[in-house]
């Protein structure tokens, strides 16, 4: 659940929802988990999690990034689909 963009999580419908703008959401979430260094399951989940459904990287976490990770990262867990980058955006970057 927690690499499902807001869109899926708020669908009742299966399938509802989808396309890509919800695969670059979980790029940005697997993105932001690169730079934690240890387990998801811990007692720092729940900030994190808050943060991320608020399309922001936490603070913690973005202080341990390079300039322009935490932009970058932004840009893909957005809250609105249609602000997310695309694929090729993110490549030619």
Request: net charge negative; aromatic share 6%.
């Amino acid at each position: 659940m927690r690499y499902a963009a807001p869109e899926q999580l708020a669908s009742k419908r299966k399938g509802a929802g989808y396309g890509p703008s919800v695969d670059m959401y979980s790029v940005g979430v697997v993105l932001m988990d690169m730079f934690r260094n240890h387990n998801i399951l811990d007692s720092e989940l729940n900030p994190i999690y808050e943060a991320q459904m608020a399309g922001k990287v936490e603070a913690t976490i973005a202080k341990k990034m390079p300039d322009g990770v935490v932009d970058l990262i932004e840009s893909l867990i957005n809250r609105e689909p249609e602000r997310r980058l695309s694929a090729i955006e993110v490549l030619t970057r």
